[in-house]
DNA sequence: ATGGCACATGCAATGTGA
């Protein structure tokens, strides 16, 4: 089975373009960050139409994620964690493959930006507070696989310039510490266990020419649990869908598991 | 340091993203 994970910067803005992704790659479950309106608003019609039941944490304007799953989901939470600002970056349900009951954690990291504001202690209690829940979970089910736009660039190779992301709210060491701290909890970085070397950018601003010039960055990526190695099969970004005309700063990652 | 693009709100101009 294919899961995929993509910020789609707007699910209503970016619909012909999601709907035309579904039907060329027709992944098992897509994980969708950025979706920008509230569940009312959600197209649950073009989606239900090409036969995939949707799951929704909305909200007005910014933020928001969903998950579209063509089987159901069972136990969906929103509730992971107790977010203050209230700003719905967070949603997760269970299947089973293999006969193995797997949590799926859909995630929109806080940006972080600028450093020295409260955009960054946001950025940083949120993450502490999902290390809380992954220890949590853990617990109850090892069997976690956690995607999503982390707004995290694991290492210098993961961006197209990386003097200037220095003190960067996305690739700061302290920031760089936090993502290690969740692999550390008994993860593997999906795309890099198995492209050691290969870029494996997911983003690329819309400014300055940054995709013609792949001005690029891997901050999209797929956690996978120890306990569930064995059924990775690939990992791929997808940038079909950045060169389209009217995309999304993002482009999807795919998993397969077998 | 900023924000040239693109989104939302809501109808003009502003906030946000990374």
């Avoid at 089975?1 to 039907?23: E, F, G, P």
């Amino acid at each position: 089975m294919i899961i995929s994970s993509w910020n789609v910067n707007s699910v209503r803005a970016r619909i012909d373009n999601i709907k035309d992704y579904l039907k060329n790659y027709s992944p098992e479950i897509l994980l969708m960050q950025e979706i920008k309106t509230e569940d009312p608003n959600f197209p649950y019609d073009d989606f239900k139409k090409l036969n995939y039941e949707s799951y929704v944490f909305g909200q007005k304007s910014y933020n928001g994620v969903a998950i579209i799953s063509k089987k159901k989901l069972e136990n969906v939470r929103t509730d992971l964690i107790n977010d203050k600002l209230k700003q719905s970056r967070i949603i997760s349900g269970e299947f089973i493959l293999k006969k193995r009951k797997i949590q799926i954690i859909n995630i929109y990291t806080p940006n972080g930006n600028p450093v020295d504001t409260d955009k960054y202690t946001y950025k940083i209690k949120w993450l502490d507070d999902l290390i809380k829940q992954l220890k949590i979970l853990a617990k109850m089910n090892e069997n976690i696989i956690l995607a999503g736009d982390f707004n995290i660039i694991p290492s210098a190779e993961d961006v197209y310039n990386v003097k200037s992301f220095e003190d960067d709210a996305l690739y700061r060491l302290e920031i760089r510490k936090k993502l290690r701290e969740i692999i550390n909890m008994g993860y593997i970085d999906g795309y890099r266990h198995l492209h050691a070397t290969k870029e494996g950018y997911t983003f690329w601003d819309y400014m300055r020419g940054a995709w013609q010039k792949n001005n690029g960055m891997r901050i999209d990526h797929f956690l996978i649990s120890n306990s569930l190695i064995n059924l990775l099969k690939g990992v791929k970004i997808n940038k079909n869908p950045r060169g389209k005309t009217k995309p999304s700063d993002h482009t999807p990652i795919e998993i397969e598991l077998a």
